[in-house]
């Protein structure tokens, strides 16, 4: 047993450790610095992870399996970690690293025992993409809501507080569903272990097939109110917007966490073939993420408030993610996956930036820009006459270009990878060349079509209307005093946007063959149920 074998557990234990020890100190700096390492070895780690897995094309395995106890699967919890769930582990610990040294700046202050509620916030998160079995599933879901909540009201206010209990009410709703789909599905199958569940699920039938069926509708509905499917999403816009800037950057994620559960559960328990059973069938997730879209596009063009805009966009990311994956192409899902991370970046660059370019704004200003939106700007000729060829202060340059950026990638225009991940399902949706194609486009492809580039527009006009709001109707505004602590972890996200578009060919590569293990998923079956115990002495895992 080699050191790297120990990658797959340290993105859960390292945060749990630095959590715990937050809880112990008084001073801040200490608690900083503890959050600060956690993260940088949780990214290293999440990074090695991601080598170890995807060096199967040179020999390497391709599904790394951590064994718990030493107790080989079924018996054990073990931790599996394949392409999907290293790329996931990664981009938590990027959004992660970039919310907490935002935060330092001055959120941390602001409400009590913020570093351990963000460390386990991180260890479930991972938790969740690591686990190899139902009812750590549902743990690892628990804790990260259980942080969560802290988080959603961190920095008090009373529109937090509304927000965070219709939040605490709804998932604690999601999580009673979570626990009766498991213990159904435990009912009839005898195990959780999902690759064990993979082998049995094909040997039931008659009333045990139907309470399966029931069962995974179930933990369907559950895993989609995460995903913020509609109907189900109606809680998600009031809290991100209430959240603080840190917190909404990393609950970019967690709608995403949802989705993972979908697709690997969709997948791995029906071998691959779609559509599986109850709520997670393909049709389902295909119109209902287009709804979800459609609410998304709609909300953000009703949006008086960035916060708010940046909270539907969050929607119209997670409706596009489902709405894809609900094609069953693996081809397809591959781009579904690079717009996943894209907008990932996007969504948690924009909360950020939101905060920094309302820091000097007032509620005079939102006045006049409403006042100027509706009855024009006839009486502002003389002014904007004196203002022509006044200096922008390299502040608001800075925070402008920033805006640009992110309404480039959102609305999904090239040349940012946001552009790319679309044009590539597009490619997908409509390449007749590909095995049993056909001749035909299918209808699908054509409504997902109008989905993308309705949102996009809708989107685009969204950031613009904000953008002209913000950073042109109120040109005499206070320059906000910005630390360079905060325009990095802007800067680092949309770096990293431009990073994909400029890597496209290897990310989408990648995303690829992650698509493709998802829908073969025999690999990760084989790898769970034959990993061996470790010889005595090599400590516990493999």
């Not at 340290?10 to 715990?20: I, K, R």
């Not at 959780?192 to 309470?211: E, F, S, T």
């Not at 400029?502 to 493709?516: F, L, N, W």
């Amino acid at each position: 047993m080699s050191w790297t074998d120990h990658l797959i557990m340290l993105p859960v234990v390292v945060p749990l450790v630095a959590g715990g020890l937050a809880l112990l100190v008084d001073d801040a700096r200490v608690k900083a610095a503890l959050g600060i390492a956690s993260t940088a070895i949780v990214l290293a780690a999440a990074i090695g992870v991601l080598r170890l897995v995807d060096g199967a094309g040179a020999g390497g395995p391709a599904i790394g399996v951590y064994l718990l106890g030493n107790w080989p699967a079924p018996f054990g919890i073990v931790l599996v970690a394949d392409r999907l769930a290293a790329v996931m582990l990664v981009l938590t610990a990027v959004l992660a690293g970039a919310a907490l040294t935002f935060a330092l700046a001055r959120w941390h202050r602001a409400g009590s025992h913020f570093h351990s509620l963000f460390q386990f916030q991180v260890m479930g998160i991972n938790g969740a993409f690591l686990t190899g079995d139902l009812f750590n599933l549902f743990v690892f879901f628990e804790v990260l809501l259980a942080a969560s909540y802290g988080l959603a009201l961190h920095g008090s206010g009373v529109a937090r507080i509304r927000a965070g209990l219709h939040y605490v009410t709804v998932n604690l709703a999601a999580s009673f569903l979570f626990l009766i789909g498991v213990s159904l599905m435990y009912g009839v199958t005898g195990t959780l272990n999902m690759a064990d569940l993979a082998v049995r699920i094909p040997r039931l039938a008659g009333g045990d097939r139907v309470l399966l069926e029931v069962g995974a509708a179930v933990l369907g509905l559950a895993f989609l109110v995460k995903a913020a499917m509609w109907p189900l999403n109606f809680w998600l816009a009031g809290t991100y917007a209430a959240a603080s800037p840190p917190v909404a950057a990393l609950f970019a994620i967690l709608t995403k966490v949802g989705v993972y559960a979908v697709l690997r559960l969709a997948l791995l328990l029906s071998g691959g073939d779609a559509p599986p059973a109850g709520l997670l069938a393909g049709e389902w997730l295909l119109v209902g993420g287009v709804v979800t879209v459609a609410v998304g596009a709609i909300g953000a063009i009703a949006s008086q408030t960035m916060t708010r805009l940046a909270a539907f966009n969050v929607l119209v990311s997670s409706g596009t993610t489902l709405a894809v994956i609900g094609r069953a192409d693996p081809v397809v899902v591959g781009g579904a996956l690079f717009y996943l991370v894209s907008s990932t970046l996007g969504i948690a660059a924009f909360f950020l930036l939101v905060e920094l370019l309302e820091r000097g704004r007032t509620p005079a200003d939102d006045m006049l820009a409403v006042t100027l939106e509706a009855f024009g700007e006839a009486d502002r000729d003389e002014v904007d006459a004196e203002d022509v060829g006044v200096a922008v202060p390299v502040t608001m340059g800075l925070l402008g270009a920033g805006f640009v950026c992110c309404a480039m990638l959102l609305a999904g225009l090239p040349p940012l990878s946001g552009f790319l991940a679309k044009f590539a399902i597009l490619s997908a949706l409509f390449d007749v060349r590909a095995p049993g194609a056909g001749t035909r486009v299918p209808a699908t492809a054509w409504l997902l079509l109008a989905t993308l580039l309705l949102s996009g527009f809708a989107i685009l006009i969204a950031m613009m209307r904000a953008g002209v709001r913000s950073l042109w109707l109120t040109a005499d505004r206070e320059v906000p005093r910005v630390r360079l602590t905060e325009l990095a972890p802007i800067a680092l996200l949309l770096g990293l946007s431009f990073t994909l578009t400029a890597q496209a060919g290897p990310v989408m590569r990648y995303m690829q063959a992650t698509a493709e293990g998802l829908y073969a998923p025999d690999a990760y079956v084989r790898g769970v149920l034959a990993a061996p115990p470790a010889a005595p002495g090599e400590g516990g895992g493999r």
